[in-house]
T-cell receptor
Framework: DTAVSQTPKYLVTQMGNDKSIKCEQN?????MYWYKQDSKKFLKIMFS???????INETVPNRFSPKSPDKAHLNLHINSLELGDSAVYFC?????????????FGSGTRLTVV | SQQGEEDPQALSIQEGENATMNCSYK?????LQWYRQNSGRGLVHLIL?????REKHSGRLRVTLDTSKKSSSLLITASRAADTASYFC???????????FGTGTRLTVIP
């Protein structure tokens, strides 16, 4: 039973396309996150939702739009993909905003824009 | 903005040796966490140390925290080939709602 699952695992697409990445957690956690990991392995927070409410919206192009239909799901939609969007995107969850039990990460979605 | 920096960027040791990785950060924190990332996988939470703690142990892991120096260290004792991975420190800044990750240390344990 995968705790945080992301789909797809790999995504190759052309510039200008629109794509979505889905994330689901079965841990009963209240808080979910999207992180972007670049080619140098640096992880940057993009969004955070707590009980379906947007908490964090870092300086991310508005081509990126998160959607949380319920607290177990946090999807990421990307419009008009650009070469610079190529990265690995990780979904994560934590019990709450305090997160004393740490974050549980999905296995990542490797997005390649060509 | 980037909060933590790990040192060294890469570390290669023989199986059985101890591995020490350091993390420095810039602002006051609520807690500091260490994660492991195997190649092509997601991050796995290893250990959390709160700002009022100085040392914590979990199995072969030992974490220290010096808030006056804004630094932490992760010691892995009696390393195994399976410990080969990237290790990241992450800080929960005071008042922040998410973790800020460092740049990672790539550890290679040679059998």
């Amino acid at each position: 039973d995968t705790a945080v699952s992301q789909t797809p695992k790999y995504l190759v697409t052309q510039m200008g396309n629109d794509k979505s990445i889905k994330c689901e957690q079965n841990l009963g956690h209240d808080t979910m996150y999207w992180y972007k990991q670049d080619s140098k392995k640096f992880l940057k927070i993009m969004f955070s939702y707590n009980n379906k409410e947007l908490i964090i919206n870092e300086t991310v192009p508005n081509r990126f739009s998160p959607k949380s239909p319920d607290k177990a799901h946090l999807n990421l939609h990307i419009n008009s993909l650009e070469l610079g969007d190529s990265a690995v995107y990780f979904c994560a969850s934590s019990q709450d905003l305090v997160g004393y039990d740490g974050y549980t990460f999905g296995s990542g979605t490797r997005l390649t824009v060509v | 903005s980037q909060q933590g920096e790990e040192d060294p960027q890469a570390l290669s040791i023989q199986e059985g040796e101890n591995a020490t990785m350091n993390c420095s950060y810039k602002t006051s924190i609520n807690n500091l966490q260490w994660y492991r990332q195997n190649s092509g996988r997601g991050l796995v939470h290893l250990i959390l140390i709160r700002s009022n703690e100085r040392e914590k142990h979990s199995g072969r892991l030992r974490v220290t925290l010096d808030t006056s120096k804004k630094s932490s260290s992760l010691l892995i004792t009696a390393s195994r080939a399976a410990d080969t991975a990237s290790y990241f420190c992450a800080t929960k800044k005071t008042g922040a709602n998410n973790l800020f990750f460092g740049t990672g240390t790539r550890l290679t344990v040679i059998p």
